[in-house]
């Protein structure tokens, strides 16, 4: 496994596990929906004070999304989309000097903002939309695929598999090759098996335990545990008072080679990593 990754003019050290802090651009996400808009746009304040305080509290990445996928999200069209993020990437790319990631499955998305100087792509449907492949190799850029079953709408209906833990590893693998034949290196792919994304609880933690068999080739992973509704099967919690849980679950993936930490709450899994790394442990992951 490459122990750099090339995220455009800025690269992240994957030798050990670092942040990336979520920042929704829309009125409608399970957990902070809302937070960083004002009277139906976004306040611009909002999010720059929001991002400060990640980038000030240790995290090396900045996740933008403009859509919702939490389970039943609806659909927002593209000009939707490109309207909350475009103008939240150009102000990020130049007030901070971290990588800053888009999440999006719209191909003239991921080209806008690579020509705005983002230095990631999160795509949750793995870049199977029309055009997201040949865009994400048009852009250059690192790239993560997640696995989900079916979409955001439907997806916790009826999640079924055979073997929850081959059924990810499969969809990634033929994923992770349509990717190198569409002109993407080997090297700038990481992996995201989508917790929470058409799974169960049970299948969710079954995962978890066994993270370590999802990388095959020992490729990075990228976890986005944080405040999932898989920790309200266990405790009795809204989504603002999952903290503790969270950065419990956080601590958990890293013990089993989670690289990209994607998280709500940074300063306080910044903290549990500085913990994790004091420990005298090898670190070749």
């Known amino acids: 496994m490459t122990c750099r990754l090339q995220c455009g003019s800025r690269s992240l050290d994957l030798s050990l596990p670092s942040v990336m802090g979520?920042?929704?651009?829309?009125p409608d996400s399970f957990s902070d929906g809302g937070e960083l808009y004002y009277n139906h746009k976004i306040d611009l304040d909002a999010l720059l004070g929001r991002a400060q305080a990640m980038v000030d509290a240790g995290a090396l990445m900045l996740d933008v999304g403009g859509e919702s996928?939490?389970?039943?999200a609806a659909a927002v069209t593209e000009a939707e989309e490109m309207d909350r993020v475009l103008t939240a990437v150009e102000l990020l790319v130049k007030r901070f000097d971290v990588i800053v990631s888009v999440d999006t499955s719209t191909p003239k998305l991921m080209t806008e903002?690579?020509?705005l100087g983002a230095g990631f792509l999160n795509d949750i449907r793995a870049f199977?939309?029309?055009?997201?492949l040949e865009a994400a190799a048009e852009t250059g850029l690192p790239l993560c695929v997640m696995h989900m079953q079916g979409e955001p709408s439907s997806m916790q209906l009826s999640p079924e598999y055979l073997d929850v833990?081959?059924?990810?590893r499969h969809f990634l693998?033929?994923?992770v090759t349509a990717c190198i034949q569409a002109g993407i290196k080997e090297e700038r792919i990481v992996l995201d098996p989508g917790f929470g994304f058409g799974k169960t609880s049970g299948q969710n933690f079954e995962m978890l335990a066994r993270?370590?068999?999802?990388?095959?080739?020992?490729?990075?992973?990228?976890?986005?545990?944080?405040?999932?509704?898989?920790?309200?099967?266990?405790?009795?919690?809204?989504p603002s008072e999952r903290l503790y849980a969270s950065v419990g679950l956080a601590m958990i993936a890293v013990e089993r080679g989670a690289h990209i930490l994607r998280v709500h709450d940074v300063a306080a899994t910044v903290d549990a990593l500085a913990m994790w790394r004091a420990l005298p442990r090898s670190f070749d992951r």
Not at 22 to 26: G, K, M, Q, R
Not at 165 to 168: G, K, L, N, Q
């Open 165 to 168: 833990i081959a059924d990810v």
């Open 69 to 72: 996928t939490r389970p039943g």
């Open 128 to 132: 199977r939309r029309p055009g997201a």
């Open 211 to 238: 993270l370590g068999e999802v990388s095959f080739g020992r490729r990075p992973l990228l976890v986005g545990l944080s405040r999932k509704s898989m920790i309200a099967t266990v405790l009795d919690r809204n």
């Open 113 to 115: 903002c690579a020509r």
């Open 22 to 26: 979520i920042l929704n651009v829309t």
């Open 173 to 175: 693998e033929e994923r």
